[in-house]
C-alpha cells in the first residue's frame, strides 16, 4: 500500500495542494469545482485512496478535513458493500454488474448547506432555485392545458385501461390498482392532469406499447403520487406536493415535486 503512495507523483501532490486550498474559497462556483476535482483524484488512487486519505487527514483543517473525511467514509462504505458482494460475484446473479456501478457512480445532489455525503453533494443554491423555477413553469404549462379528449375517465381508476395519445383531465384522486397501458408512437404526447392524488399498487406496471416514450408521458398531480412496492412506472411526474417511491419500485422518467421525494431501495432512470 505505501508503495502506492510513493509512486504518487510530486506534480499530483502539488495538485492535491491546490484542491484542497480551493475548498477555502468564498465563490460556491469554485468549492463545487473543488468536489469533482477531488472526486477525480481520488479515484486515480484506486486501492490506495483509503490510506493516503487517512495520512492527509492529520495535515489537513478547516473546511478541507470535512470534505477528506467525507470522501474517506465514502470509500469505507464502498469497501464494506464490495465485501458484501463479493460472495456472490461466482453466481450468475441478473444485473449484478448494474448494481456494482451504481456503488462507485453515485448521482449528483445539489443543496442550499452543506448536507449529504461526497462526492456526490454539490453546494449550488442558485442552480437548485433555478431548478426549482423551472419544475414550477412545467408544472403549470402541464396544468393549465385545455381541451382534454377525456375528462374523469373511469372515475378515476384507470387500471385495465389503454389509453391513446392525448390530454386526460380528472378533478379526483386517480387509482391504477392492475397494469394501465399507454399506446402511441415514438412522438405521440400523453398529458394526464389529475387534480387529486395519483396512487399505483404493488407490484402493478405502466406500460408503453407502439413505440410510445417515457419521455412524452407527463403525470401532473395536485395532490401526493405514491408509487406502490416493486411497481413499475413511466414517464415524468409532476407533483405540487410529496412523490413516493416505495421499497423496490422503479420509474423510466423523472420525479419532480415541489415538497419532496422519497426513496427506498429505488431504481430511477432518465428517459432518453
Known amino acids: 500500500m505505501w508503495l502506492v503512495l510513493a509512486l504518487l507523483a510530486p506534480l499530483q501532490e502539488a495538485d492535491f495542494g491546490e484542491i484542497l486550498r480551493r475548498f477555502e474559497a468564498d465563490e460556491p462556483a469554485v468549492r463545487e469545482r473543488a468536489s469533482k476535482d477531488l472526486d477525480a483524484f481520488v479515484r486515480k488512487l484506486g486501492s490506495g485512496a483509503a490510506e493516503f486519505l487517512r495520512r492527509k487527514l492529520s495535515e489537513t483543517q478547516g473546511e478541507a478535513r470535512g470534505r477528506l473525511q467525507d470522501q474517506l467514509t465514502l470509500i469505507e462504505r464502498i469497501e464494506k458493500a464490495r465485501g458484501i458482494l463479493r460472495p456472490l460475484e461466482a453466481l450468475d446473479v441478473p444485473d449484478l454488474r448494474a448494481r456494482k456501478l451504481v456503488l462507485y457512480n453515485p448521482g449528483t445532489i445539489y443543496t442550499v448547506n452543506a448536507a449529504g455525503p461526497l462526492p456526490c453533494r454539490v453546494v449550488n443554491p442558485t442552480r437548485l432555485t433555478s431548478a426549482v423555477g423551472a419544475m414550477g413553469t412545467a408544472y403549470n404549462d402541464a396544468a393549465g392545458r385545455t381541451l382534454p379528449?377525456?375528462?374523469?375517465?373511469?372515475?378515476?381508476?384507470?387500471?385495465?385501461?389503454?389509453?391513446?395519445?392525448?390530454?386526460?383531465?380528472?378533478?379526483?384522486?386517480?387509482?391504477?390498482?392492475?397494469?394501465?397501458?399507454?399506446?402511441?408512437?415514438?412522438?405521440?404526447?400523453?398529458?394526464?392532469?389529475?387534480?387529486?392524488?395519483?396512487?399505483?399498487?404493488?407490484?402493478?406496471?405502466?406500460?408503453?406499447?407502439?413505440?410510445?416514450?417515457?419521455?412524452?408521458?407527463?403525470?401532473?398531480?395536485?395532490?401526493?403520487?405514491?408509487?406502490?412496492?416493486?411497481?413499475?412506472?413511466?414517464?415524468?411526474?409532476?407533483?405540487?406536493?410529496?412523490?413516493?417511491?416505495?421499497t423496490g419500485a422503479s420509474i423510466n422518467g423523472r420525479l419532480l415535486a415541489q415538497t419532496a421525494v422519497t426513496l427506498q431501495k429505488n431504481v430511477v432512470t432518465k428517459p432518453v
Open 149 to 246: 379528449n377525456a375528462v374523469n375517465l373511469g372515475a378515476g381508476q384507470i387500471g385495465g385501461l389503454t389509453l391513446a395519445p392525448g390530454l386526460y383531465k380528472w378533478t379526483s384522486n386517480v387509482s391504477i390498482s392492475t397494469d394501465v397501458t399507454l399506446r402511441g408512437g415514438p412522438n405521440d404526447v400523453f398529458i394526464l392532469q389529475i387534480a387529486g392524488t395519483l396512487t399505483q399498487a404493488a407490484a402493478k406496471k405502466v406500460i408503453l406499447t407502439g413505440g410510445a416514450q417515457a419521455k412524452n408521458v407527463f403525470w401532473q398531480t395536485g395532490g401526493a403520487a405514491a408509487i406502490g412496492t416493486t411497481a413499475h412506472f413511466e414517464g415524468t411526474i409532476l407533483s405540487k406536493t410529496l412523490i413516493a417511491m416505495k
